[in-house]
């Protein structure tokens, strides 16, 4: 349980810079203005998300394996 609040607390900090730099909207580079302007910023959002859910599965699934092996021995 300490774990999942370590890592919850870990991206809720991460969400706070991410909303802190969108606030300096106009400092963006011109390839943030193209790929929102053709619709790509989508595609770009959809793989981070994935990549991010994929992670965050694998290491949930890791943790259950360890706690299996903790509680045989």
């Known amino acids: ?9 870990a991206i809720f900090t ?3 810079f991410v909303a802190f730099s969108q606030s300096a ?9 193209d790929f929102r302007a053709n619709g790509k ?6 793989v ?3 990549i991010f ?3 965050a599965a694998y290491l949930v699934y ?3 394996k360890l ?7």
């Open 48 to 50: 981070i998300a994935i």
């Open 25 to 33: 909207l106009d400092n963006q580079p011109q390839m943030a203005d």
């Open 62 to 64: 890791i943790d259950l």
């Open 67 to 73: 706690r299996k092996l903790e509680q045989k021995k």
């Open 41 to 46: 910023i989508y595609v770009v959002i959809t």
């Open 1 to 9: 349980m300490k774990k999942i609040k370590n890592i919850l607390s």
């Open 14 to 16: 991460l969400m706070s």
């Open 53 to 55: 859910i994929c992670l």
